[in-house]
C-alpha cells in the first residue's frame, strides 16, 4: 500500500503516519528479499483475482478452487486459496437462506418423488417459472433443466405468465434435444402446467408429464435450486430499467455463463455443457 502511495508521489513519511507504520520498519521490509513462497503467493492471488472478475464476482473459494485446478492445471489446496481470498479481500456471493420445511405429502402423478439422480441425459427434465421486476413491470421467465447435468435446454421469456409461456420453452427444449419417448417433464401444479396445451405437448413429443405437491418447493427442488442462483447472481445484482435490458441480461445468463462457464459443485466442479461431453466421450470408449 505504502509502495502505492509513494509511487504516486506522495511522501514516505506521511504515507508511514497515516497508516501506523514505523518509518525504518518500512525501509526494513523493502530491503528483505521476496521469497519464493511469497511469489508464488502473490501470483496465485493475481490468478484467484482474474477468475472471480470472470465469473461476474459470483464464485467462492471452492468454485475459484476449481477453476484453477480443472481448468488451469494448477496444483493448489482448497485452503489456501481461501486464505488468499480473505487477505485479498475477495468474496463470493452468499447462498440463499436455507429454510427448514415440512415434508409434503406425495401425489399420484408425482413420477419423481425428489429423486432428481439421472444417469443418461433427457431422462428427466424439471420446469418451472419465476419473476422479476423492472421499471416498466413484471418479466417471466420460463425453463426447462435436465436433471443430469443440470443444464438449461429450453427457456422462455415474456411479459405475462401464461400456458404459452411455458409451452414456448418446452417447445425450445424438444427442438434442441430431440428426447426419446418416455422421458418425464416434471413441474408444479401452477395452471400454466397443468393447462391441456401443455400436457399435449408433452404428450405429443412421447413425453411423461409428473407433478409435486401442491405448495411444496422440495418436489422440485433441482429447479428451485437454479432460480435460487440466477436470484443472487443475476436478478438481485441491480435495478432494473426495462424489460428488454431484463430479458438480454436473463439470456447471456443462462446461455453464455451458465450453461457454458458456471462450474456446479453437484457435477464436480464441471459446466453442464463440459459435463456432457465428457459423458458422452466415456460413452464412446465403453462401447469401443
Known sequence: MIDRLVDAGAPVDRCCRILGVARQNYYKHKRTPTTPRQLRRDWLTGLIREVHVASRGTYG????????????????????????????????????????????????DDLVNR????????????????????????????????????????WSIDSRQDSTLVVNALDMAIRNRRPKPGGIVHADHGTQFTSWVFG???????????????????????????????????????????????ANAIFEFIEIFYNRQRRHSALGYRTPIEYELLSTQDTIHAAS
Open 115 to 154: 429423486k432428481f439422480h439421472r444417469l443418461r441425459p433427457d431422462e428427466l427434465w424439471v420446469t418451472d417459472i419465476t419473476q422479476h421486476r423492472t421499471r416498466e413491470g413484471w418479466v417471466y421467465c420460463a425453463a426447462v433443466l435436465d436433471a443430469f447435468s443440470r443444464r438449461i435446454v429450453g
Open 200 to 246: 399435449e405437448r408433452i404428450r405429443s413429443a412421447g413425453l411423461l408429464p409428473s407433478f409435486g405437491t401442491v405448495g411444496d418447493g422440495l418436489d422440485n427442488a433441482m429447479m428451485e435450486s437454479f432460480w435460487s442462483s440466477m436470484q443472487i447472481e443475476l436478478l438481485n445484482r441491480k435495478r432494473w430499467k426495462t424489460r428488454v435490458e431484463l
Open 61 to 108: 473459494y471452492r468454485r475459484i478452487h476449481a477453476e484453477l485446478t480443472l481448468g488451469m492445471g494448477i496444483r493448489v489446496c482448497t485452503r489456501t486459496v481461501s486464505v488468499l481470498m480473505t487477505q485479498a479481500g475477495i468474496h463470493g456471493l452468499p447462498g440463499p437462506i436455507r429454510i427448514k420445511r415440512l415434508r409434503g405429502i406425495v401425489t399420484a
